[in-house]
């Protein structure tokens, strides 16, 4: 289990990489959104993984799983959410202020405005 | 006086929740409530550092979990300081917005008061989670804030900004992640106690974790190959923001100081000490090219942008000579360099908006209506921020090229900082001659005035150069005694943990 965790937190966190330095605002939105997921894997093995354990030690002291990584995933996700929501209207908002979406849109204007 | 610690952080979550009640109201209230509680802000502080001042460690248990277990907020000289000047910049910085920025979108005061608690929540947290929280709270505050009033530059510059945030957060997790799954705890004090005694193997999972953390703190203070967003965003950044900003560089520093000092300290064995040879060489490398920017700049909101990476190279540097004395010296440097630079974004906003089309351009042009208070405090933050005596810059500089041991540190530090104040003074002032003297008759019609409250923003945020020169006595002594706190992290953990729980760890 922990082989096949491992390949998909790292392909996850490789098209995430690989989208976000594209040059169109939308694959980089959608590629940090991917790197965010697999960062959400990786935190929630860093308590090491367990199948059928409950995260809370019974009477038995019995096998159980760490409860706080799970607790951090889920700020993560929320925070993350957040942001990609955020990123999202800004990026459309680039799209409808410049016209364009490339992410290095603003270049032309600026260099004008450096030179008068 | 308890709950005293909180209170940085609540004060302007309800003042902000309050402002989100009423988004369209009326602009009076608004500004008279961000100012009341930007205010009580300021004195909370000031209670803070008098109860920091008897060198005591205090923690507040939230919710009661007893640490290592729960989330804490620790207060020790570091931290106070670092709050108590956060909300005096955030006060000039609103009392410049109240004179007319704060109308040119919705909701300025809400955000700003969101931002704030979080940035006095990072400066005070114990927990390193909770230190990513704080990072996005006054992220995302700071996202929307730096889009205030729009327009094509701010927009573009902030979806880089954002976009590089996130991939930065995503690090921070990382890191985080892995630190968490060698030593098993979040706490700072706890770790720290915990990496002393690490298993051989997951010494270098530590190891791996700690650079992480470098990279994230490094980004967030503009350190060398992670500074080039800084000059576009904070340039295109509305002034007052762009003001409170200057805060947010050095809370990157503060991180860097809190971590690399308390986690990785001298008792971490191998691990100890291993961010400052990095810290050193890329902050003095930092400070070069930031003083390249400084040259090179060709408009003077991009001129106080490389001042801000000139600061936080000199600010690395002193970090990266890891003694009592640097870091002393930098804690006197820091709040200084934090005021004049915020001073400084409000002080060329206003020249700008007396100089029409030319605005913050450096080139001949319109003179200014008020050369003489605006010329004087670019005088005065000119002289503070490049190192000039009698100003707080001279003082700080002074104490960091003291500080420097051995011949390896003072040929390296004493060449790059005295060569780097030497081209900011040319920098400077070719910019203010160029800007003041060699003007073209000026038109007395059309321009804004100086006014009331930009006046005193502006003299509150520069003036704090002359004055801590003045006291440049009692400040040095509290730095002093700030840098000898840091450096005993035993009291630091004994205060936290408790000195039973230390002795049961094997």
């Known amino acids: 289990m922990e082989a096949l965790y491992a390949t ?28 965010s997921y697999s960062v959400n894997l990786f935190l929630f093995s860093t308590g090491g993984l367990n199948t059928a354990a409950a995260p809370v030690i019974d009477d038995h002291g019995g096998q159980y799983t760490d409860p706080l990584p ?28 410049l016209g364009s979406d490339d992410v290095h849109a603003g270049r032309a204007n600026e260099s004008r405005e450096n030179k008068s | 006086m308890q709950h005293l610690p909180i ?15 009423n988004r369209d109201g009326a602009t009076r209230p608004r500004r008279i409530i961000s100012l009341i509680s930007t205010l009580l802000l300021v004195m909370v502080a000031i209670a803070l550092v008098n109860q920091a001042t008897d060198g005591e460690i205090r923690y507040y248990a939230l919710g009661d979990w007893q640490p290592p277990f729960g989330i804490i907020l620790v207060v020790d000289r570091l931290s106070a300081m670092m709050v108590l000047l956060t909300s005096v910049l955030a006060l000039g910085s ?25 940035i006095n929540g990072a400066f005070l947290t114990g927990d390193l989670f909770n230190l990513f929280v704080f990072f996005e709270v006054l992220l995302i505050a700071s996202y929307a804030l730096l889009m ?15 976009a590089l945030n996130l991939a930065n ?70 002034a ?25 300290g001298d008792h971490a064995g191998p691990l100890g000490n291993l961010a400052q040879p990095w810290v050193w060489w890329l902050g003095l490398a930092t400070l070069i090219l930031g003083t390249v920017g400084v040259l090179a700049a060709r408009d003077l909101r991009a001129q106080v942008a490389y001042l801000i990476i000139l600061s936080v190279g000199t600010l690395l540097a002193g970090i990266g000579m890891n003694s009592i004395a640097a870091q002393s010296a930098l804690l006197y440097y820091l709040p200084h360099t934090t005021l004049i630079t915020g001073g400084l974004f409000l002080l060329v906003d206003s020249i700008a908006m007396q100089r029409g089309q030319a605005g913050s351009r450096i080139v001949r042009a319109r003179g200014v209506k008020e050369p003489v208070p605006l010329g004087l405090f670019f005088f005065i933050g000119a002289m503070g921020i490049a190192g000039m005596p009698p100003f707080s810059g001279a003082i700080g500089k002074t104490l960091l090229l003291q500080a420097a041991i051995g011949p390896a540190q003072q040929a390296w530090l004493w060449s790059v900082l005295l060569g780097s104040g030497l081209l900011a003074i040319i920098a400077m002032s070719r910019a203010g001659s160029t800007v003041f003297w060699r003007a073209s008759p000026r038109d007395e019609t059309s321009v804004t005035n100086l006014g009331i409250r930009r006046g005193i923003a502006i003299g509150l945020l520069i003036g704090a150069s002359p004055i801590m020169a003045l006291f440049a006595g009692p400040l040095t002594a509290y730095t002093q005694a700030t840098a000898e706190q840091l450096a005993n992290h035993d009291a630091y953990i004994r205060t936290i943990i408790g000195p039973q729980e230390i002795g049961e760890v094997p």
């Not at chain 2, 609103?94 to 704030?116: M, P, R, S, W």
């Not at chain 2, 205030?148 to 954002?162: C, E, M, Q």
């Not at chain 2, 967003?229 to 340039?235: E, F, G, K």
């Open chain 2, 240 to 264: 007052p923001v762009a003001a409170l900003f200057a805060v947010m560089s050095k809370i990157g520093i503060y991180a860097i100081i809190r971590v690399y000092t308390l986690i990785f």
């Open chain 1, 70 to 97: 799970q607790a951090l995933v889920l700020t993560a996700i929320v925070i993350g959410f957040a942001m990609t929501a955020f990123s999202v209207i800004l990026a459309i908002r680039v799209r409808g202020e």
């Open chain 2, 169 to 238: 957060s995503a690090l921070f997790l990382l890191a985080v992640g892995t630190l968490y799954g060698a030593t098993g705890t979040l706490n700072m004090a706890d770790m720290a106690l915990r990496i002393g005694n690490l298993e051989p193997e997951q010494m270098e999972l530590v190891k791996v974790g700690a650079m992480l953390l470098l990279v994230v703190f490094g980004l967030k203070a503009a350190m060398l190959p992670l500074y080039f967003w800084l000059p576009r965003a904070y340039a295109a950044a509305p």
């Open chain 2, 94 to 118: 609103v009392i410049y917005a109240c004179a007319g920025e704060d109308e040119k979108g919705t909701n300025y005061h809400g955000l700003f008061q969101l931002q704030l608690m979080g």
């Open chain 2, 7 to 21: 209170l940085p952080i609540l004060l302007p979550l309800f003042a902000g929740l309050l402002l989100l009640l």
């Open chain 2, 148 to 162: 205030h009033g729009g327009g094509k530059t701010r927009i573009h510059a902030s979806f880089h900004y954002v």
């Open chain 1, 8 to 35: 998909i937190t790292g392909v996850l966190a490789a098209c995430g990489l690989f989208l976000a330095l594209r040059g169109r605002t939308f694959p980089v939105v959608v590629g940090l959104t991917l790197l």
